[in-house]
């Protein structure tokens, strides 16, 4: 059917759109918030919830590598 090809051929036109530019994104924000400290660098404790260390997950700095980034 040829309306089913036109259909495909529009997922595949839309897919490779959102990948460059997700691309694009990655270039010129390579970095996320960590997951685990939200961007703080640091997790608290529980019942002395003042005391804090750095975070293990980003090793302080808050800031993690998104999928498919370099670091710079
Ligand atoms: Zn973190």
């Known amino acids: 059917m040829p309306g089913t090809a036109l259909t495909l051929l529009a997922l ?4 490779a ?3 460059a530019g997700y691309r694009r994104s990655l270039r010129t924000h ?3 918030l960590c997951r ?4 703080g660098g640091m997790t608290h404790g529980v019942i ?7 975070c293990r997950a980003c090793g302080g700095t808050g800031r993690r590598l998104r999928l498919g980034a ?3």
């Open 12 to 15: 595949i036109l839309t897919a």
């Open 48 to 54: 002395f919830t003042s005391a804090w260390r750095p």
């Open 36 to 39: 685990t400290c939200g961007g």
């Open 30 to 32: 390579p970095y996320g």
């Open 17 to 19: 759109l959102a990948l």
């Open 70 to 72: 370099r670091s710079r």
